[in-house]
Each structure stands twice: as C-alpha cells, then as structure tokens.
C-alpha cells in the first residue's frame, strides 16, 4: 500500500500536533525558502474566479490564501485538516473571515460527488493514510474538469539525486529546523520517514494518471520538488 498506513500515520500526526505553534517558520525554511514560489506556480490559472475549492491538508491556510489570491477574491474555499488544532488556529491567521472549516482524513471526504471544482494539496498529500485511495477520493469529489493540485517533496527517479535529497532530509534539515525553532524544531525529522514512504516522481505521476485522464508534472530542487495540476 502507498502511503504511511494505519501504524505510522498516527505517529506523523502527533508530530505535527506538537509543531503547529512553529509550523510555517520551518517549512519555510526546510524548503530552502521556496515553499510560498512552487505554491503559486501550482495554482496559477487552476483556481480562477468563481471556483469552489476544497483545500484538503490546509494547516493554516497558505494555499487557501494563494488561491483567493489567484481568482481576485471571488473563490469558495473550504479548509480541511486532519488536525483540529491546526483549524482552530485559522481564526487567529485568519480573523473572523476565515474560508469554511472541516476535519477529518484524505481517504474519507464528507462532501458530495462533483462538489468542488479544485482540490489543492500543499505538502499534505504524503501524510495520506493510503495514498490511492485518498486519490480516488479527491477525484470523486471533483466537478468533471476539476483540477487535483498537488505541492510536495519530490522522489526523483534518478538515483543520484535521490540518494542527495535522502540525505538532506535524513541528515541536514533537523539542523535546519533547531536554529529556526529550537529543540520542537527536530520533530521535523519524521520528515525523511514520510519520504521513504512516498513513491518515486514517475510512480506518483502514474497513479494519478490511473483516474485522471490528464497529468502536468513540474519538478523542481533535482526532483526534490513536484508541483502538479491532475484533470479529471
């Protein structure tokens, strides 16, 4: 099975728990600063004005913000976290004009066929509990037409650029995360674990292709970062 499974995806969201006050400052930098860069790359011309838009792993809203952003504010945006925590820090972020809150897990969405016409992962889609089925579920979800967008780690294919981001993740960016966050920072490192869970670039980009009958993969970082638009 794709994705972290029943046995490690509690122990991923109990970390994630424990670094909402932090969140943001470190996966800005672990990113290298370019986290905000792919988010804007993904969504632009796939959310436009009048759209209704689940925003699936939305933490505080950074890709809800992007996309209002991208549709002049004329965009119906639904924030979904498996971790209510998370939500309930929407309102600080946010203020009383917060978009529509709602939690629970990728491989059960509470909405209607067809409801949404964009789904937009930001570095969420990896903690799925299964990946495929999280899938299914998003493009059901979807308006015929609707757009998947994805922002994640990347798994590059080529080995050696693998073994690179491998050892970036699994050595360098726990020190990242202390200077920017202190000891909470190191929580971070369950990172790497995700990524030896994840599949390759091409794996990925072929499940996608199993429901979706249209795939634009970009890469960035060696392949170290995918940003990708799915049509249904």
């Not at 986290?35 to 011309?45: M, Q, T, V």
């Not at 994640?152 to 491998?166: E, T």
Request: glycine residues 10%; hydrophobic residues 45%; aromatic residues 10%.
């Amino acid at each position: 099975m794709s994705g972290l499974g029943d046995r490690y995806w509690p122990e991923v969201i109990e970390v994630l728990r424990t670094v909402v006050p932090v969140y943001d400052k470190v996966n800005r930098v672990i990113s290298l600063g370019k986290d905000e860069e792919y988010r804007r790359h993904a969504i632009a011309g796939r959310v436009v004005a009048g759209n209704i838009v689940l925003d699936a792993g939305s933490g505080f809203g950074n890709m809800s913000r992007l996309a209002l952003e991208a549709a002049g504010g004329d965009a119906r945006i639904v924030m979904y976290d498996p971790i209510p925590e998370m939500l309930a820090n929407v309102r600080n972020v946010w203020g009383e004009k917060h978009p529509a809150l709602s939690s629970g897990i990728f491989e059960h969405l509470p909405f209607r066929d067809g409801a949404f016409d964009a789904v937009m992962c930001g570095y969420s889609l990896r903690d799925a509990i299964d990946l495929r089925q999280a899938i299914s579920e998003m493009h059901r979800v979807l308006k015929a037409g609707g757009r998947l967008i994805i922002v994640d780690l990347g798994k590059p294919d080529n080995s050696f650029a693998r073994w690179v981001v491998s050892v970036y993740l699994k050595y360098f960016l726990g020190i990242s995360a202390y200077f920017a966050a202190g000891k909470v920072g190191l929580k971070f490192k369950t990172l790497y674990g995700t990524f030896l869970r994840w599949p390759k670039n091409s794996e990925l980009e072929a499940m996608l292709k199993e429901k979706f009958s249209q795939v634009v993969f970009d890469k960035g970082m060696m392949g170290g970062a995918v940003m990708v638009a799915a049509y249904k």
